[in-house]
Every structure is written in C-alpha cells, then in structure tokens.
Nanobody, 123 residues
Framework: QVQLVESGGDLVQAGGSLRLSCAAS????????VGWFRQAPGKERETVAT????????YYADSVKGRFTISVDNAKKSVYLQLNSLKPEDTAVYYC????????????????WGQGTQVTVSS
C-alpha cells in the first residue's frame, strides 16, 4: 500500500498563487508516476499534471499549461504543484495520485489516492 497526504490548499484571490505538497509513504517503490488531479462540484475528476518519480516525463492539462508547475523530490518521495495566476475556475478539491504506470495521464490509471485538499479561488 501507498499512503499519500496532501497539504497547501487555501482560499486565494484570482491572480494569486499557492503551492500544494503531497508526501508519499509505504510501498512507494512500486509506483512510477505521481500527479495532481482535481474535482469541482458536479464535475468529473480531471488530470491537472503528472510526473514520473525520475522527473523525466511531465504532462500538463491544456487548461493549466504556463500557469502550474509540477515537480518531485524523489529522495523525499514528495510531489509539488505550484499554482500561479489562479482563476475562479481552478476552484476544486485537488487530489494527489500515484500510479504503477510510467505514462500517467488519466485518473483511471491511478492506483493510490490521497484525501484531497481544497483550493478556492475568489473573483
């Protein structure tokens, strides 16, 4: 099993920034990719950004390209998401997910989930 604990969610004004953190523990050696996903009320969970633990392969959803940056600290088994130029439509619960897959794009490929952290962007 892999445990994921997110932190960093908050209420911010549009145009502001946040940094989300996710610490992984347990059998992390069994996973190859981690990422951030979000779910807004009444909507499906969507992929925000993913990265391999090596840091080589990175994916961003079109809606966040140029505004969000994902990074990993493999030694600490932690993954981060820097959110800049936030918009009200970025409001959602942000989840950290880990996968056995080396090509993590879809939330359906996630094997382990964190509990989520709320990001609210006011206009």
């Amino acid at each position: 099993q892999v445990q994921l604990v997110e932190s960093g969610g908050d209420l911010v004004q549009a145009g502001g920034s946040l940094r989300l953190s996710c610490a992984a523990s347990g059998r992390t050696f069994s996973t190859n990719s981690v990422g951030w996903f979000r779910q807004a009320p009444g909507k499906e969970r969507e992929t925000v950004a993913t990265i391999t633990w090596s840091g080589r392969n990175i994916y961003y959803a079109d809606s966040v390209k140029g505004r969000f940056t994902i990074s990993v600290d493999n030694a600490k088994k932690s993954v981060y998401l820097q959110l800049n130029s936030l918009k009200p439509e970025d409001t959602a619960v942000y989840y950290c997910g880990a996968s056995l897959s080396t090509s993590l794009i879809s939330s359906y490929a996630v094997n382990y989930w964190g509990q989520g952290t709320q990001v609210t962007v006011s206009s």
